[in-house]
Structures are given as C-alpha cells and as structure tokens.
C-alpha cells in the first residue's frame, strides 16, 4: 500500500503551513483571549485558495478530495486550532449541499463559500438532543408552497456569522420510524424569526464563534428543502462520514503541535544540570506521542482516501475519529506535563493546545458514539 502523498499534495500542505504560520500565529494568543478573530484572514485563505478545495470544480471549488481538505486543515490546526476553527468551519456543510442539493442549491450556495463571500453552518444539536439525534424537536411543518420552522439548535458553529445554515428539522413526528421523521433545509440567516446567540466562555477554540440559534415561525420555500422529506437522518449520516474526517485531520494537527512545543521547551529547559530532553522519561513521552500521532494520521489518511475513492468505510472513519481524539487528548496532556508550571499559564502555547484539544472528542460524535458505532459493525449480524 502506498501511504506516499502526491506532488501537488505536498505542495498544498507546504503552502498551507506557511500561510498558517504567516497569519495565526503572532495574533492566536489575542484571538483565544478575546473570543474573536480578523474575518480578513478568512477572505486571504479564500482568496489564496484554502477553503472549499473539495468543492466541485462547476461549483467554484478546486474539485480536489477530502484529503486534500484534511491536508489543510491538519496544518492551520497544528498552528493553531482556534484559527483553524474559523477559516476551514465556514464550509461546514458545503458537503451536504454536494452530496443531496438540487442543481440550483449547489449554483447559488456553494461558490460565494469559496470565494469568501458567504459562511455557512449546520445545526443539528438542540437543548435535549445530542448524541442521540433522532430527539430532535425543531420542526418544520408544510403551508401551501413553503415550510415554517420553529424551534431552538445550541453549541452551532458559525451560529452568529452563517449566511445559511443546513437545519435539522422534525417533518414527520408520527412515523414509527424514528430514522424517518427529519429532513434537511436550507435556512437564509436574515429571514425574519432567526435568532443567534453568541456562547462565551467556551473552555477552548475561542477564536471562533460557538453559538444558540432560534426559529420563531421562520418561513422558507420549499425548495430549500434538501435531498428528500424524512432522509434527513440517513443523509445526516452521509455527511458525518465525511466531515469527520476533518476533525481527525483537526485532532492529528493538535497533537503534532502539543509535540512541536514539547521537543522546543525539553531542549531548552535545564534541570538538575541537564536539560530534559536528556532525562529517558521525556524521551518516551516524545516518542510515544510521534508514534501515536503517526497511527491515528495513517488512519484518516486510509479513510480519508476510500471516501474519495468511492468506498466510504463508516467504521474505518469511526475509529480515526474517537482514537485521533484521544491522542489528540493524551498529547496535549503530556505536552503540558513536560512544560511543568509554565504550561499552566496562558503565555504558553501549550496551555491553548491542552484547553482546544478537547473539542476533538466531543463535536460530530463523542468517542463514546463513535466506539459504539465500531462496535455495532464488529457485533452485527
Ligand atoms: C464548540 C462546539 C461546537 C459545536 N458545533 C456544532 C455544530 O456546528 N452543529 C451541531 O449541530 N452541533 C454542534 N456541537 C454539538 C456537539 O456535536 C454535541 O455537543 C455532541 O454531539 C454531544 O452532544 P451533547 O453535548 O448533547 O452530549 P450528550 O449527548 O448529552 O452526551 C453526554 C455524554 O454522554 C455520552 N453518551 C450519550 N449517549 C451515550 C450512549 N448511548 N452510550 C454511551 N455514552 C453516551 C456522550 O458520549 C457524552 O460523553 C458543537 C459543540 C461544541 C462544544
């Protein structure tokens, strides 16, 4: 098997990382304190071609794959996750719109994503329905010719900047089916009943906007509704396959950044007379981080490539999600163990890297979801 990366994708990740290091890295720490980032540095990575390059090419988009995304998006994280956060999030839902739209969503959706004109989001989420999606309760219901919607979604990214958001919404309450009663629309931001929120104090990615949405009789034609009336569930489980993907490449990035502070600071730190990187305890701790950070990329990477390759392995991309998490978690940890007190203070990088590590085991499919879906696979039958 051949896990070597192509010219062209190296080049993206080269360049990725130079414009990561160029625009995150000397305002990161502001951002993170702040809650806030320069939408300017959004429209640059646009401009230079960043986001959207899964996008089809009749869309705008530079028609490459998801690993080509998760490339990018491995590199802006391991700069910096907040950053990261906010330029790559804002097609968060573009692959939605590729897989179920109609001809004329994806024409009028998805090129403003790509040319940094329109931000988009998805929300899913709702007060009383996490992990178990099928509780959710904001409904659409059908009048003449369009849908009013009405309900409440918590914790959406890119809640207060979306232009549109893909809405999860109850269409068929009575069905015995519970994998039947959603379906997916498409929901402008300035009709009139939309309502968002910013959350603050969120324990990490702080650069970016985490917010609770509301829909009082929000009206929509019915032609935004996307894919078919009660697929939602299954079309939601389509797209979570491949936006997983990208947070194992978010995960992946994390970790390798909590290993790049690790091995500068163990360098130059001296203790007891020698500095320590010389002590075997640090040197197990950077070796067993590079290995694990090594497994959980060639996990995506396998994942990454049989998605684009037409052979989408749910349970492949199940396990890159929760272990990638978990040694993003781990990494982040030891990272911080190595920096003694100074990791503690936010001076230090690797305080951002231990708070924004966590997300990456909760959003899209805790590890608890994930492992059970791997284990349904294992079990099934
Ligand atoms: C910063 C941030 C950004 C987010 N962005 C978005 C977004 O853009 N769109 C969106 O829709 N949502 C978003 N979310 C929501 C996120 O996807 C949910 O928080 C996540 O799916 C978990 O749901 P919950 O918080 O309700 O936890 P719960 O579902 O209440 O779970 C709590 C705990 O119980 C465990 N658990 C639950 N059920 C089981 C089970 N059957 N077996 C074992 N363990 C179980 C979970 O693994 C978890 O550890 C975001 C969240 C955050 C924090």
Redesign the pocket.
């Known amino acids: 098997m051949d896990f070597t990366l192509s010219k062209e994708q190296i080049d993206i990740q080269k360049a990725a990382r130079e414009f990561a290091l160029g625009e995150f890295s000397e305002k990161a720490q502001e951002f993170d304190r702040n809650e806030t980032f320069d939408p300017q540095i959004w429209k640059k990575a646009c401009d230079l071609g960043f986001v959207g390059v899964f996008i089809d090419e009749a869309y705008g988009g530079a028609g490459l794959g998801l690993l080509e995304h998760c490339l990018i998006t491995e590199e802006f994280w391991a700069v910096d996750a907040g950053m990261g956060?906010a330029v790559l999030?804002t097609t968060?839902g573009a692959e939605l719109l590729g897989l179920f739209g109609t001809e004329e969503q994806k024409k009028k959706y998805l090129p403003p994503l790509v040319e940094g004109k329109a931000v988009i989001?998805?929300?899913?989420?709702?007060?009383?329905?996490?992990?178990?999606?099928t509780c959710a309760v904001t409904s659409a219901e059908k009048d003449d010719d369009e849908y009013v919607i009405n309900g409440s979604?918590?914790?959406?990214?890119?809640?207060t900047r979306a232009n549109y958001l893909n809405v999860?919404c109850l269409t068929d309450p009575d069905n015995p089916d519970r994998h039947k009663r959603h379906s997916f629309f498409i929901v402008e931001t300035d009709r009139p009943g939309f309502e968002a929120t910013k959350?603050h104090g969120?324990?990490?990615?702080r650069a970016?906007d985490?917010a609770e949405i509301s829909f009082s009789n929000v009206r929509i034609p019915a032609s935004n509704l996307i894919g078919q009336e009660g697929n939602g569930f299954k079309e939601l489980m389509n797209f979570f396959n491949m936006t997983r993907l990208h947070i194992c490449a978010q995960a992946v990035g994390i970790a390798r950044a909590a290993l790049e502070e690790s091995i500068a600071h163990i360098k130059k730190r001296h203790q007891f007379g020698a500095p320590l990187a010389s002590f075997q305890v640090n040197q197990f701790k950077v070796a067993e981080m590079a290995t694990m950070i090594r497994a959980a990329r060639n996990l995506y990477y396998e994942a990454a490539w049989l998605t684009d390759n037409g052979k989408m392995d749910h349970a492949l991309t199940a396990m890159a999600k929760w272990f990638s998490g978990q040694i993003a978690v781990k990494c982040a940890d030891e990272a911080l163990q190595m920096h003694g007190g100074y990791g503690y203070i936010d001076e230090y990088k690797v305080q951002r890297i231990y708070r924004d590590a966590k997300?990456v085991e909760?959003?899209?499919?805790?590890?608890?979801?994930e492992?059970?879906i791997v284990a349904r696979s294992l079990l099934r039958g």
Do not use: H, W
């Open positions: 956060n999030t968060f989001g998805t929300a899913i989420t709702e007060p009383d329905a996490g992990s178990d999606v979604k918590m914790f959406i990214t890119n809640g999860f959350i969120k324990l990490g990615i970016n985490t997300i909760i959003y899209e499919g805790t590890k608890e979801i492992k059970l």
